[in-house]
């Protein structure tokens, strides 16, 4: 009999799981799994649980939005050997799965994990951390933070939305320079991510054309500054239109970078406050977990 040990958010999109988790243990208990399960307690606890109890399991299974996830994943990239990911989302936008085609549906994406079919993801490093498909900074990234938990469970994705109307009128450029292959840009920017994912903050198209999740190279995207209203005006029509070519926005995709500044920068890791930095080095380590996939 194999071991799975599953971690869920038990607060994550309005506690939904309460609903589905008598289901979900069902599903593993046929599939001849012996479960073992943790509830999360506080931030960081899910990378805890894994870190330090997940050696031996054969399946580690989690469900939670996208922070809960980069916990989990960030404790995986600490086992050796590294046991299967299966991921329930629960969460209020859920882009990680949105990606991968893993479904919304709680009770079919756990039926899923059981036929083990896998698929070998690349997985970023941001310094000494990791992050599963976005790192992010400038406009509007510390809505995916600061906004409440009761306020996202009671209004869904528009959360976001409105919290990140109310910083419009604050947002202030920051002066980088950023080093890859064997490219130097120095410039100033509202916004930058980089990213391994076909949607961000529940919008797809704004990491770029071409999108392989497997492909050892990361997504990058900067806004660069507007001095006027018409340009940012400009620069709101292209990312309606997901025309990310115009003269406002730096797009590539690279394996590896170097951002830095002269002032301590507040980061976003799939949607968790990533501290406050001078100097960032992002790394894609390609294929670095296997995660249960729909096999369609």
């Given amino acids: 009999m194999e071991k799975l040990l599953f971690v ?14 008598l289901d979900i243990l069902d599903s593993f208990n046929k599939s001849n799994y012996q479960v073992t399960v943790y509830t999360t307690q ?37 086992l050796e050997p590294m046991p299967i990911l299966g991921y329930i989302p629960s969460g209020t936008t859920n882009d990680f799965a949105t990606s991968i085609h893993i479904p919304k549906d709680m009770v079919l994406a756990a039926k899923l994990i059981s036929k083990r ?15 599963t498909y976005v ?3 400038g406009a509007f990234t510390a809505v995916t933070y600061m906004t409440p938990q009761q306020t996202k469970n009671v209004l869904g994705h528009q959360a ?7 910083q419009l009128s604050s947002i202030k450029p920051v002066h ?14 509202l916004y930058g991510m980089v990213s391994n994912s076909t949607s961000v903050g529940g919008f797809k198209g704004l990491t770029g054309k ?37 003269e406002y926005f730096y797009s590539f995709k690279t394996n590896k970078l170097k951002i830095t500044s002269k002032q301590p920068i507040d980061w976003v890791l799939d949607g968790e406050f990533g501290g406050s930095h001078t100097e960032v080095n992002i790394e894609n ?11 369609n």
């Fill in 285 to 295: 380590c390609k294929e670095a977990i296997c995660i249960c996939v729909d096999d």
């Fill in 8 to 21: 869920f958010n038990p607060t994550s999109g309005k506690a939904k799981i309460r609903d589905y988790l």
């Fill in 117 to 131: 079919n896998v698929f070998r993801c690349d997985i970023g490093k941001f310094n000494d951390r990791y992050f």
């Fill in 160 to 166: 976001y939305v409105l919290e990140g109307v109310k």
């Fill in 176 to 189: 980088l320079k950023i080093e890859y292959d064997d490219v130097v840009i120095e410039d100033d920017f």
């Fill in 210 to 246: 071409y999108v392989e999740l497997n492909d050892g190279l990361s997504e990058v995207t900067l806004i660069k500054n507007v001095k006027n209203p018409i340009g940012f005006t400009n620069i709101v029509t292209s990312l309606l239109t997901r025309k990310l070519d115009s």
């Fill in 42 to 78: 506080y931030q960081g606890h899910a990378r805890e649980i894994v870190k330090e109890r997940g050696k031996g399991y054969d399946l580690i299974v989690c469900s939670g939005g996208d922070g809960t996830l980069n916990e989990v994943v960030s404790g995986l990239m600490e």
């Fill in 135 to 137: 790192a992010a900074f």
